[in-house]
């Protein structure tokens, strides 16, 4: 009993360092196939770095089940074309400004116009054309709050671009925590363990400056209040730097373009489900690869990939894919996406509605509001055209203008007539346009098999164009490091140290 047991010990023991030695070997080869569900900004994203990463020769698919860039779109009106989705764009966001040099496209700046914050009955904060007088409001209501929060978003900034430093040495984190941590550290994680507003409190901001300032930049950028978690609740307040800007001729042609770039070849249809299929193949070994089924309008279909990255929110109404016979099992994400509608009017504002005298044109360019029951809105704003050009400054002399008009529910038509005077085209967009963020946050998985990979898990931080495209590279290195087996380049510590070292 016992040599022959030990005997078999041994062989068994040789099997399986032989096989691990055949399955090492085996991955060294390049992927064969790549899948991509999701042709927005992350999906698109992750389809051009994924081709810098593992080569020309991989064939890359991307699935679309709607239009290419997703949640980046635009709608037309009265023959001009606006930003519907997800419009603008922070200066320090590297890859956006990267894909937009790199694909020949042009930025541009939407103009600054004045901003008044209503809270349902006067404006408790309203600029003014002088930039002085703005600034003794600012220091008269709300003394140094200002100046703190910049320096407070500067500080998250400075530590929030070391991501890029990271992705270019090629590091790549496992979860959405770890790349979190590596930017920013026990800080950073925390943040999405508390609301914005317990965040600020911790920082020393006044709780007037929350709600007359912070609650409005949080409802036109998430539609919800300062509950959101930290990290998207700053992420949000970036989004009140200046320098704000945006891709000429709509935000949607960078999806475009890395599309184009990527040699990836677009398939327009439905992914229902990614199984995991195992064959033996010539040579006596087994072959593990992922089935991809699909629908589309020339009937079903399905293809076989070695790496699957989903671009999309896996929410039931949103991506409602199935992961049948994974063991342990992958869970759908049924955390709720938030609902916003977007409703676009050609109009006169209803100067009286917001307590001027109604024989005056509206005088504001933006009206954000506080947190009012009185209000079914969350902000109103006038819109200039994606393509440049096209009567840029005429629009502004004139009170009839396209305004973008924000809100939970679909708008109805009375509040739509206390609104505006007069109107005459009317566009709604209605989005599941981000997660409900609901602190303390968990992350969903970015792995969530051997070769399936969850780019939107980044969503549950703060969701935002330039969040997207950093997931994708990461994914794109994270699965390339797996692939081949460079375990060095996965969740390493003290990057900031080790990179100082490396110019
Ligand atoms: C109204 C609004 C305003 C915003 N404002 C800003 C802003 O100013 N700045 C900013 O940075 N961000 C903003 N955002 C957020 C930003 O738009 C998103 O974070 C970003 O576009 C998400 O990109 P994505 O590629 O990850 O997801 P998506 O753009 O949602 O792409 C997913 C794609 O997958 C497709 N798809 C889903 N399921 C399947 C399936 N089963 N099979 C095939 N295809 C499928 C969808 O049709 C979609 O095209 C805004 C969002 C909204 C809605
Ligand atoms: C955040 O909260 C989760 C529980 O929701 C906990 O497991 C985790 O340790 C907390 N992290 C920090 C940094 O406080
Ligand atoms: C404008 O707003 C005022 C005040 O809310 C309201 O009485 C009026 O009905 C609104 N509509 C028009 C067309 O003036």
Same mark, same amino acid.
């Given at each position: 009993? =016992?040599?022959?047991?030990?005997?078999?010990?041994?062989?068994?023991?040789?099997?399986?360092?032989?096989?691990?030695?055949?399955?090492?070997?085996?991955?060294?080869?390049?992927?064969?196939?790549?899948?991509?569900?999701?042709?927005?900004?992350?999906?698109?994203?992750?389809?051009?770095?994924?081709?810098?990463?593992?080569?020309?020769?991989?064939?890359?698919?991307?699935?679309?089940?709607?239009?290419?860039?997703?949640?980046?779109?635009?709608?037309?009106?009265?023959?001009?074309?606006?930003?519907?989705?997800?419009?603008?764009?922070?200066?320090?966001?590297?890859?956006?400004?990267?894909?937009?040099?790199?694909?020949?496209?042009?930025?541009?700046?939407? $103009?600054?116009?004045?901003?008044?914050?209503?809270?349902?009955?006067?404006?408790?904060?309203?600029?003014?054309?002088?930039?002085?007088?703005?600034?003794?409001?600012?220091?008269?209501?709300?003394?140094?709050?200002?100046?703190?929060?910049?320096?407070?978003?500067?500080?998250?900034?400075?530590?929030?671009?070391?991501?890029?430093?990271?992705?270019?040495?090629?590091?790549?984190?496992?979860?959405?925590? %770890?790349?979190?941590?590596?930017?920013?550290?026990?800080?950073?994680?925390?943040?999405?363990?508390?609301?914005?507003?317990?965040?600020? =409190?911790? $920082?020393?901001?006044?709780?007037?400056?929350?709600?007359?300032?912070?609650?409005?930049?949080?409802?036109?950028?998430?539609?919800?209040?300062?509950?959101?978690?930290?990290?998207?609740?700053?992420?949000?307040?970036?989004?009140?730097?200046?320098?704000?800007?945006?891709?000429?001729?709509?935000?949607?042609?960078?999806?475009?373009?890395?599309?184009?770039?990527?040699?990836?070849?677009?398939?327009?249809?439905?992914?229902?489900?990614?199984?995991?299929?195992?064959?033996?193949?010539?040579?006596?070994?087994?072959?593990?690869?992922?089935?991809?089924?699909?629908?589309?309008?020339?009937?079903?279909?399905?293809?076989?990939?070695?790496?699957?990255?989903?671009?999309?929110?896996?929410?039931?109404?949103?991506?409602?894919?199935?992961?049948?016979?994974?063991?342990?099992?992958?869970?759908?994400?049924?955390?709720?996406?938030? =609902?916003?509608?977007?409703?676009?009017?050609?109009?006169?504002?209803?100067?009286?509605?917001?307590?001027?005298?109604?024989?005056?044109?509206?005088?504001?360019?933006?009206?954000?509001?506080?947190?009012?029951?009185?209000?079914?809105?969350?902000?109103?704003?006038?819109?200039?055209?994606?393509?440049?050009?096209?009567?840029?400054? %005429?629009?502004?002399?004139?009170?009839?203008?396209?305004?973008?008009?924000?809100? &939970?529910?679909?708008?109805?038509?009375?509040?739509?007539?206390?609104?505006?005077?007069?109107?005459?085209?009317?566009?709604?967009?209605?989005?599941?346009?981000?997660?409900?963020?609901?602190?303390?946050?968990?992350? &969903?998985?970015?792995?969530?098999?051997?070769?399936?990979?969850?780019?939107?898990?980044?969503?549950? %931080?703060?969701? %935002?164009?330039?969040?997207?495209?950093?997931?994708?590279?990461?994914?794109?290195?994270?699965?390339?490091?797996?692939?081949?087996?460079?375990?060095?380049?996965?969740?390493?510590?003290?990057?900031?140290?080790?990179?100082?070292?490396?110019?």
């Amino acid at each position: 009993m =016992q040599p022959s047991g030990a005997v078999l010990f041994m062989l068994s023991g040789f099997v399986l360092s032989s096989l691990r030695a055949v399955v090492a070997l085996q991955l060294r080869y390049p992927p064969n196939r790549i899948a991509v569900v999701g042709a927005g900004i992350g999906g698109t994203s992750a389809a051009y770095f994924l081709r810098e990463k593992f080569g020309k020769d991989v064939h890359i698919d991307v699935y679309e089940k709607e239009e290419v860039g997703g949640r980046l779109a635009t709608i037309e009106m009265e023959g001009k074309v606006y930003e519907a989705g997800g419009s603008v764009i922070h200066p320090l966001n590297l890859h956006m400004k990267t894909f937009v040099k790199e694909l020949g496209l042009n930025a541009r700046t939407p $103009s600054g116009d004045l901003l008044g914050i209503y809270n349902g009955d006067y404006f408790v904060f309203q600029e003014s054309e002088w930039s002085i007088i703005n600034l003794i409001k600012m220091l008269w209501n709300y003394g140094l709050n200002f100046l703190r929060m910049h320096m407070w978003v500067e500080d998250i900034l400075d530590r929030f671009m070391r991501i890029y430093r990271y992705q270019t040495f090629d590091y790549s984190f496992s979860t959405t925590e %770890a790349l979190l941590h590596a930017m920013g550290g026990s800080d950073f994680i925390g943040k999405l363990n508390m609301t914005i507003d317990e965040a600020l =409190q911790k $920082s020393g901001f006044s709780q007037r400056f929350i709600d007359d300032i912070v609650v409005p930049a949080m409802r036109v950028n998430y539609c919800q209040g300062v509950h959101i978690n930290g990290f998207v609740g700053a992420v949000s307040l970036a989004g009140t730097s200046s320098g704000l800007w945006a891709v000429e001729g709509g935000n949607n042609l960078i999806c475009k373009g890395l599309l184009y770039a990527s040699n990836a070849k677009l398939i327009q249809g439905t992914v229902t489900s990614v199984q995991e299929k195992v064959r033996p193949t010539k040579s006596g070994n087994t072959a593990r690869r992922y089935e991809v089924t699909y629908a589309s309008d020339k009937g079903p279909g399905s293809d076989m990939y070695d790496i699957v990255v989903i671009a999309t929110p896996l929410n039931k109404e949103i991506g409602n894919i199935d992961f049948p016979g994974f063991n342990p099992p992958i869970q759908a994400f049924s955390r709720p996406y938030q =609902q916003t509608v977007a409703t676009f009017v050609h109009g006169r504002v209803n100067s009286s509605f917001f307590g001027f005298p109604n024989t005056s044109p509206f005088p504001l360019a933006a009206v954000l509001t506080t947190d009012s029951h009185k209000l079914f809105f969350r902000s109103i704003s006038s819109l200039s055209p994606a393509t440049s050009g096209s009567e840029f400054g %005429a629009s502004k002399t004139s009170d009839l203008r396209t305004w973008k008009i924000f809100s &939970p529910e679909v708008l109805r038509d009375e509040e739509l007539h206390q609104l505006f005077v007069s109107y005459s085209a009317v566009n709604v967009k209605k989005w599941l346009a981000y997660p409900k963020y609901n602190p303390p946050e968990k992350m &969903p998985p970015i792995i969530l098999h051997r070769g399936i990979y969850y780019l939107n898990s980044i969503e549950w %931080a703060a969701s %935002a164009m330039e969040m997207s495209a950093i997931s994708a590279k990461n994914v794109a290195l994270l699965s390339y490091h797996q692939w081949y087996e460079k375990e060095d380049q996965i969740d390493q510590e003290d990057l900031v140290e080790r990179l100082k070292s490396e110019l």
